[in-house]
């Protein structure tokens, strides 16, 4: 058994051009051709992983507010969340990559993952897609939708009187269609952090999360 069938198996997908698995585990220190490493399906497969996560959370928490499924949503697709189900898959053990000292990094893990979505929605469809994420994205393992890391910092900051944080884009960098964003929250008296995501709600929300820790560890 090649190592891609025994991945497949693990995935619990046979691709029909197994191409596109192959090119979803490329990093682009490999390569720099568009048709070989993993850019391209990584963006295709974070657009099809948020629309699943979507559908199977309108479907499973028919109560939910847009609000607390929009929670829900951002917890599931964060970057260490996606990096999470990948080393579950064992994926870091399957990419093409120059650098080992990157194989595990979260960003490497979670743009693989992503790819690997992309790749298998190309293959066979969203159905297929859909079953994949299904199978591989726990939804119900929190009960009540957690509580984004923006609404918890104004919370903190509330109760610690320290007035309402502020949030700027401070740069954008990458491709137009694949942006990154980097987003600076200031606290008063607390100084800033910032966050990076690929795109300003999830920017955002880093910069919010390591505010919380940069308040929580001065006490």
Not at 115 to 120: E, L, P, S, T, Y
């Amino acid at each position: 058994m090649t190592e891609l069938n025994s991945l497949e198996k693990t995935l619990g997908y046979k691709f029909k051009d197994q191409s596109l698995l192959r090119q979803a585990l490329v990093h682009s220190s490999c390569t720099s051709d568009l048709d070989k490493n993993y850019e391209r399906l990584e963006f295709l497969g974070d657009r099809v992983l948020g629309v699943a996560i979507a559908y199977l959370l309108y479907n499973k928490f028919e109560q939910d507010t847009e609000g607390s499924l929009s929670q829900r949503h951002v917890s599931l697709v964060n970057k260490d969340n996606v990096a999470e189900t990948a080393r579950h898959l064992g994926l870091g053990k399957y990419i093409t990559i120059m650098n080992e000292d990157i194989r595990d990094n979260d960003n490497v893990l979670c743009d693989v993952c992503e790819a690997v979505v992309g790749a298998i929605y190309l293959d066979g469809g969203y159905e297929k897609a859909l079953k994949f994420v299904s199978e591989n994205w726990d939804i119900t393992k929190d009960r009540t939708p957690p509580k984004d890391c923006k609404t918890t910092l104004q919370e903190l900051t509330h109760v610690k009187s320290l007035g309402s944080p502020s949030y700027c884009v401070v740069k954008r960098e990458g491709s137009e269609h694949e942006p990154i964003f980097h987003v600076a929250v200031s606290v008063k008296s607390c100084g800033e952090t910032v966050g990076v995501g690929k795109n300003k709600k999830m920017a955002e929300q880093e910069a919010a999360s390591l505010m919380i820790e940069k308040i929580n560890d001065n006490e």
